[in-house]
C-alpha cells in the first residue's frame, strides 16, 4: 500500500519540526528514516499514523488521505510501533499481543479461531511464544519491544510504522528484525539510529533540522558526503566479505573531511 507526504509541516509549542517535508514509500516498500536526534524522524512517523495532525500538507495511504479515513479502516490498513509503546499492565503477553486484533472485531466478528491463529504466528515470528503467559509488566526492554512488535503483526495491516524498533534488542534480535524488514510483502517505513540497518531498507530518507536533506537508495544515499555533514562526524566506507554493502565507521573529526 503506498504512502504519500506532501508538503508536510508541523511545529510544537510554537517550535517547527517539519518543514515541507515531501516523500513517497510504493506499496511494498521499506523506508528507512535517519537523522540527528531532534530531526522530526518520530514527529513524520507520528503524522502518517494519524496520530498529530500536520500544521500544512497532507498524507495519503491507498490513495486515500489518513485525515479522512475512520480511526478503524485506518488501523485496518496502518500499524504503529512508537518508542515507548503503551500496554503497561500486568497482563499476560498473548493478550497483549491479542491486542492487535481489536480493528478487525465487533460483536458480530468476535475473537475466534483465524484470530488465534494469527495471534500465535505473530508471536513466533517475534520469536516469543515461550513466554507468552509472563506478564508483560515484568519483562525486559527488548522483550517489551518484541512483544509490540507481535501485536503490530497481529493487527494484520498493510504497511508498517515503527519508530526505532531495534531499541533495547541485543544484536541478534537487532539482525532478526532488519531480516524480517527485508522480508516483508507489506509497506514498510522505520525510524533508526544504526546507519548501517538502513542499507537493508529499499530507500533512505534523511532529515535533518526537520528537512529533507537526501532521498533515494541506499547506495545513492549512506555516503560520507551526504551523511558526514548532516551527522557532523568523519564517515569512513569499508568492505567486508560478510556483507553485501559497505560498513558505515565513524570518527569524531572535521566533517568537511571525506575518505
Known sequence: MRIQADNISKSISGKPILRDVSLSIEAGQSLALIGPNGSGKSTLLRVIAGLLAADS??????????????????????????QEAGTTDAIPVREAVKLGRTPWLSFATPF??????????????????????????????????RVHIARVLAQTPQAFLL???????????????????????????????????????DRVAVLNA???????????????EIIAPV??????????????????TFAKESFTTYP
Not at 119 to 134: C, F, L
Open 231 to 248: 551527522f557532523q562526524v568523519g564517515v569512513r566506507q569499508s568492505r567486508t566479505p560478510h556483507v553485501d554493502h559497505p560498513i558505515l
Open 163 to 201: 519508530d526505532e524498533p531495534t531499541n533495547h534488542l541485543d544484536i541478534r534480535h537487532q539482525i532478526a528484525i532488519m531480516d524480517w524488514v527485508k522480508a516483508q510483502q507489506g509497506t514498510v517505513a522505520l525510524a533508526l539510529h544504526d546507519l548501517n540497518h538502513a542499507f537493508a531498507c
Open 112 to 145: 475466534g479461531a483465524k484470530d488465534r491463529d494469527i495471534v500465535e504466528a505473530a508471536m513466533q515470528q517475534m520469536a516469543i511464544e515461550s513466554y507468552k503467559n509472563k506478564l508483560f509488566n515484568a519483562l525486559s526492554g527488548g522483550e517489551k519491544q
Open 210 to 224: 526537520g528537512q529533507l536533506a537526501a532521498f533515494g537508495t541506499p547506495t545513492d544515499v549512506l555516503v560520507p
Open 57 to 82: 500538507g497532507h498524507i495519503t495511504i491507498g490513495g486515500d488521505r489518513v485525515d479522512r479515513l475512520p480511526r478503524r479502516k485506518l488501523a485496518q490498513r496502518l500499524g504503529f510501533v512508537t
